[in-house]
């Protein structure tokens, strides 16, 4: 299928999904673009799409100098290493993958713009090893520790539900990264007003959102899949 298609296919998955849902929420999708070409990438933003993420700091400053001029808001969902920090931090409108405190005091250190940066901090619900972010026990606390970094604000939770053939078994970890939230709210903390929750990828975001996803992450039900094609 066409991008073109795809977007479309999608938008009514989603609709369908908030109706479903019940929350009402707005959602946003982000084109995940980190297995396409700059041309892809080009393809969803005149279909519509304007977040694009990446999760590689080549990709990222790749497709930005490619796509420069072209209205877009730019996402860092992969692991930030601290090394790298300086070269994503001022290029990027959203970062998914704060979690943990060396990489806040190198962001509150890189970054430059005014205002500050938005983040969100990735929980492991699942807990599964392979997965990077905090355990959920340890979130709060860490998101409340945030607020000495005048360059961060918490605008959300980000998290990775675990592969599977039955998306339904993801319920409970959106359930709870959505429980998790409504306590950061709770505290009211001027840093951190957490409105928004990135869940949900292709394989999860119609669940995703039916719990509460403000923001989701679609890679290859969107803009495909390009890393095997001759
Ligand atoms: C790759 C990636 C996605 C998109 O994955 P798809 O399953 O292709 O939609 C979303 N979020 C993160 C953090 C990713 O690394």
């Not at 977007?7 to 929350?23: D, K, P, Q, S």
């Not at 053939?165 to 709770?186: G, I, M």
């Not at 039916?210 to 390009?226: C, M, N, P």
Request: with cysteine; glycine share 6%.
């Amino acid at each position: 299928m066409s991008v073109k298609e795809n977007v479309e296919l999608v938008e009514e998955r989603i609709t369908n999904a908030r109706e479903r849902g019940g929350f009402g929420q707005a959602v946003t999708t982000v084109a995940v673009t980190k297995y396409v070409s700059t041309n892809t990438a080009q393809q969803a933003l005149d279909f519509g799409i304007r977040h694009l993420g990446e999760s590689r700091t080549e990709g990222l400053v790749e497709k930005q100098d490619a796509l420069q001029g072209r209205e877009a808001s730019w996402h860092f969902i992969g692991q930030l290493q601290s090394r790298k920090v300086k070269d994503v931090v001022n290029r990027i409108d959203y970062l998914h993958s704060l979690d943990r405190r060396s990489l806040a005091k190198e962001i509150q250190k890189r970054y430059t713009k005014d205002e500050s940066l938005r983040c969100f901090v990735q929980v492991n619900v699942s807990g599964e090893a392979s997965k990077s972010g905090l355990h959920p026990e340890e979130a709060i606390s860490f998101v409340e520790s945030l607020a000495e970094f005048d360059k961060i604000e918490v605008v959300g939770l980000m998290t990775m539900a675990p592969y599977t053939d039955d998306p339904e078994q993801t319920r409970p970890y959106f359930k709870q990264l959505k429980e998790l939230q409504s306590t950061v709210q709770s505290h009211k903390w001027q840093h951190a007003p957490c409105t928004e929750l990135s869940m949900g990828m292709s394989n999860d975001f119609e669940l995703a959102i039916e719990e509460g996803a403000t923001y989701i992450r679609l890679g290859s039900t969107l803009v495909g899949d390009e890393r095997n094609e001759s």
